[in-house]
């Protein structure tokens, strides 16, 4: 069974600076690895997403770097905003061949001070 | 506009009874879960679907039930046998034997009385 560890839970920053938010996962049969943005009392909703045949990929100000040798993979978030406050959720592709299952990380609750 | 509902927003259940949440969808997905969210726990899966009239347990599918007799559907009954039911319940859906991404709808906020 797929296990993904996400750190830290919670990340406090001023408004401009960098949060990233880190994950590991133990195993996979399949490369690709998203994260999700969840406002309070919402679903979730796809942020970005990376299949690691490149290590890194930027949209916009959210920038996902991979490596594949460690397990790990990382958000980034240039020059963040006020409303970027919300919880951050990485997942992973199981190890097996439960196609289409995610398993998830326990989630970073993100706060941009103005 | 294509999209997946729940219904509804918010529930409210007394000790002992069942409720069925209610998802639906028209991305014309094949693949539906069902996912259980609580504070600092992230979203743990209790049962998925890839196809009509098939679905599997996921990792906490205990006092929980599903049905999928229609593509677009999938609800999920919580039987008195869940011990613990309050929580907040997200649906996706995602295409079948795709790179997994997944489609989330609002949720429903379930408490028990």
């Known amino acids: 069974q797929q296990q993904v560890k996400q750190s830290p839970q919670s990340l406090i920053v001023q408004k401009g600076g960098i949060p990233i938010i880190n994950c590991a996962y133990e195993?996979?049969?399949?490369?690709?690895f998203p994260w999700y943005q969840q406002f309070p009392g919402k679903g979730p909703a796809l942020l970005i997403a990376?299949?690691?045949?490149?290590s890194e990929k930027k949209e916009g100000r959210f920038t996902i770097s991979f490596n594949k040798s460690a397990k790990q993979f990382s958000l980034h978030i240039m020059d963040s905003q006020p409303g970027d406050s919300a919880t951050y959720f990485c997942?992973?592709?199981?190890?097996?061949?439960?196609?289409?299952?995610?398993?998830f990380g326990q989630g970073t609750i993100l706060t941009v001070h103005p | 506009d294509g999209g997946i509902t729940q219904s509804p927003k918010y529930l409210f259940r007394k000790e002992g009874q069942n409720v069925t949440l209610s998802c639906e969808q028209n991305?014309?997905?094949?693949?539906m879960y069902w996912y259980r969210q609580d504070p600092g726990q992230g979203l743990r899966l209790i049962y998925y679907?890839?196809?009509?009239?098939?679905?599997q347990k996921g990792d906490i599918a205990e006092g929980y039930s599903v049905s999928r007799e229609k593509k677009e559907s999938f609800p999920l009954t919580v039987t008195s046998a869940q011990k613990n039911p309050t929580a907040f319940y997200l649906c996706?859906?995602?295409?079948?034997?795709?790179?997994?991404?997944?489609?989330f709808g609002p949720g429903t906020r379930l408490t028990v009385l």
């Open positions: 195993n996979t049969a399949f490369d690709y």
């Open positions: 991305l014309n997905h094949d693949a």
């Open positions: 997942a992973a592709p199981p190890g097996g061949t439960s196609y289409g299952k995610l398993t």
């Open positions: 679907s890839q196809i009509v009239n098939d679905f």
């Open positions: 996706a859906s995602s295409i079948q034997r795709s790179y997994n991404e997944q489609f």
């Open positions: 990376i299949r690691p045949d490149v």
